[in-house]
């Protein structure tokens, strides 16, 4: 099964910018869509980005399109999230995984999930 570790968080103040990585171990991610996920306190887990294996098409949730691009270098089996203009209900933990399209809703593959990587936004 595929490790996956996250980083690449912070503290930023709201209008600020992030680079989160997600390297992947242990097999290749190149055949898989990947996405990425946050949770914040109190919350469920929820969608925020994905891209399929190909890079030919990204997805976002209506609360991040515009501010983020989720990208891929299959060569170096990692997922990128670039974050911007940050606002204070972006705080939360990001995780990635594989994902497959259910519906109309992006799964998550794996059931065990990285540690994550914390993202807090002052205002």
């Known amino acids: 099964q595929v490790q996956l570790v996250e980083s690449g968080g912070g503290s930023e103040q709201a209008g600020g910018s992030l680079r989160l990585s997600c390297a992947a171990s242990?097999?290749?991610?190149?055949?898989?869509?990947m996405g990425w996920f946050r949770q914040a306190p109190g919350k469920e887990r929820e969608f925020v980005a994905a891209?399929?294996?190909?890079?030919?098409?990204?997805y976002y949730s209506n609360s991040v399109k515009g501010r983020f691009t989720i990208s891929r270098d299959n060569a170096k089996n990692t997922v990128y999230l670039q974050m911007n203009s940050l606002k204070p209900e972006d705080t939360a933990v990001y995780y990635c995984?594989?994902?497959?399209?259910?519906?109309?809703?992006?799964?998550?593959?794996?059931?065990?999930w990285g540690q994550g990587t914390q993202v807090t936004v002052s205002s």
């Open positions: 242990g097999r290749t991610i190149t055949n898989y869509a």
């Open positions: 995984n594989a994902i497959d399209r259910v519906g109309s809703s992006w799964k998550p593959l794996y059931d065990s």
């Open positions: 891209v399929t294996w190909s890079v030919i098409r990204t």
